[in-house]
T-cell receptor
């Protein structure tokens, strides 16, 4: 079956521009997560959605970062006024719910010039 | 102290060797542990869940030691294709996984 799908695969943009990243979770997965991974580093939690509950935004690094999810489907992560330190791979994962294993998409490689 | 700690390695082992990694966690209330494998410039892929009773999948064995707060991964008969970074992860009372920084394994011919 289809796995987690992310787009675009790569995004190169100029500092100060806004970017929008998309994640399509595995069908039936109620939980969706965004992580960031800088080159050579570990995964950094950004935000978590579970069904219709309020999202856990505790990992968002600044108010330039926001994310939305409609129901149990697609999510978008938006970064406004991008900075060079935003360059990283942004990974989306989904799971059947709490305490269940997460399955990752291929990620979006974001490069800020 | 990090919530989930791993030896970064690299572990350089010859083909056919047995290698083991440990991962320590700080929160005794942690539940649901996992091992992921991440190849260079790729996304993490779930390798196995770690159950209290331990579990085995082919050449891979995972164990959980709650008393000492660590999980382990044992790889027997290492293959060149096992070369990757191995990440441990746990739900630590939060709703998202907390990942270790990973242990790099290099299997050499």
């Amino acid at each position: 079956g289809a796995g987690v799908s992310q787009s675009p695969s790569n995004k190169v943009t100029e500092k100060g521009k806004d970017v929008e990243l998309r994640c399509d979770p595995i069908s039936g997965h109620t939980a969706l997560y965004w992580y960031r991974q800088r080159l050579g580093q570990g995964l950094e939690f950004l935000i978590y959605f579970q069904g219709n509950s309020a999202p856990d935004k505790s990992g968002l690094p600044s108010d330039r970062f926001s994310a939305e999810r409609t129901g149990e489907s697609v999510s978008t992560l938006t970064i406004q006024r991008t900075q060079q330190e935003d360059s990283a791979v942004y990974l989306c994962a989904s799971s059947l719910g709490g305490n269940q294993p997460q399955h990752f998409g291929d990620g979006t490689r974001l490069s800020i010039l | 102290r990090k919530e989930v700690e791993q030896d970064p390695g690299p572990f350089n082992v010859p083909e056919g060797a047995t290698v083991a990694f440990n991962c320590t966690y700080s929160n005794s209330a942690s539940q649901s542990f996992f091992w992921y494998r991440q190849d260079c410039r790729k996304e993490p892929k779930l390798l196995m869940s770690v159950y209290s009773s331990g579990n085995e999948d082919g050449r891979f064995t995972a164990q959980l030691n709650r008393a000492s707060q660590y999980i382990s991964l044992l790889i027997r008969d290492s293959k060149l294709s096992d070369s990757a970074t191995y990440l441990c992860a746990s739900y630590m009372g939060r709703r998202a996984l907390t990942f270790g920084s990973g242990t790099r394994l290099q299997v050499q011919p």
